[in-house]
C-alpha cells in the first residue's frame, strides 16, 4: 500500500528556508495531488499548498509568498521550502495524497509527520 | 476564505454513546466536506468524504450527513479506541481549510 514518508531538518534559524521532503512508497506519484499540511503544538491543522504529479501547483495566500512546492517524478518525491520563517513556523508538517476523483477529494493517505522547529 | 466551524469543542462521553459533532460552513460548500480523526502524537486520519461516504476500513458506526454549509458526524457507539480529535475539511475552494476540532475524551 501507498505509504508517506517526510524527511528534512527537525531544527531551523529564524529568517533561513525550511526544506522538507515526501517520499512515495508503494505507488506512483503520477495522476495524484500531493498536500503539505501544517499543525501548530496544541493547535489545528493548516493547508499549505498542493502540487499535481505533472507540476502545476496551488498555495495558501497566507504563505503564498513564501512557499514552493517541487515536484520529482523519477525519485517519486515532492518536496516543501518556506523561505524567512519565524517561530510562528514551528509546527508538525504532514505530507498527504490528495485523492482528487470525484465525489472524493480529501486527503486519504498522511505521512506520519516531521516536527521544525524554528529557534536560533 | 470559507471558515468552518465546529461544535462543541470538546465533549465527554462514555463507552457505548452515542455521540454528534456538528461543522457549520460560513457559506455553501455542496458535498465538498471530509472529516478525519486524530489521535495525539499521530497523523490525522481520513474517516468520511463527501460528507457521507465512509473511507475504507473505517468501521459502520462512523456516519456523515448534511449539506450546504451544515454537517454532522455522528458515531452510534462510541469505542474506547474512537477517544480523539475530529476535523471536518471543506475541498469546495482554495484555500482549503479545517474546522478547529473537536476533542472526544472520556467521561
Known amino acids: 500500500q501507498v505509504q508517506l514518508q517526510e524527511s528534512g531538518p527537525g531544527l531551523v534559524k529564524p529568517s533561513e528556508t525550511l526544506s522538507l521532503t515526501c517520499t512515495v512508497s508503494?505507488?506512483?506519484?503520477?495522476?495524484?495531488?500531493w498536500s503539505w499540511i501544517r499543525q501548530p503544538p496544541g493547535k489545528g491543522l493548516e493547508w499549505i499548498g498542493y502540487?499535481?504529479?505533472?507540476?502545476?501547483?496551488n498555495y495558501n495566500p497566507s504563505l503564498k509568498s513564501r512557499v514552493t512546492i517541487l515536484v520529482d517524478t523519477s525519485k517519486n518525491q515532492f518536496s516543501l521550502k518556506v523561505r524567512s520563517v519565524t517561530a510562528a513556523d514551528t509546527a508538525v508538517y504532514y505530507c498527504?495524497?490528495?485523492?482528487?476523483?470525484?465525489?472524493?477529494?480529501?486527503?486519504?493517505?498522511w505521512g506520519q509527520g516531521t516536527m521544525v522547529t524554528v529557534s536560533s | 476564505d470559507i471558515q468552518m466551524t465546529q461544535s462543541p469543542s470538546s465533549l465527554s462521553a462514555s463507552v457505548g454513546d452515542r455521540v454528534t459533532i456538528t461543522c457549520r460552513a460560513s457559506q455553501s460548500i455542496s458535498s465538498y466536506l471530509n472529516w478525519y480523526q486524530q489521535k495525539p502524537g499521530k497523523a490525522p486520519k481520513l474517516l468520511i468524504f463527501a460528507v457521507s461516504s465512509v473511507q475504507s476500513g473505517v468501521p459502520s458506526r462512523f456516519s456523515g450527513s448534511g449539506s450546504g454549509t451544515d454537517f454532522t458526524l455522528t458515531i452510534s457507539s462510541l469505542q474506547p479506541e474512537d477517544f480523539a480529535t475530529y476535523y471536518c475539511q471543506q475541498s469546495d475552494s482554495s484555500p482549503l481549510t479545517f474546522g478547529p476540532g473537536t476533542k472526544v475524551d472520556i467521561k
Open positions: 508503494g505507488g506512483s506519484i503520477s495522476s495524484y495531488y
Open positions: 502540487i499535481y504529479y505533472s507540476g502545476s501547483t
Open positions: 498527504a495524497r490528495h485523492h482528487v476523483a470525484e465525489p472524493r477529494d480529501a486527503f486519504d493517505i
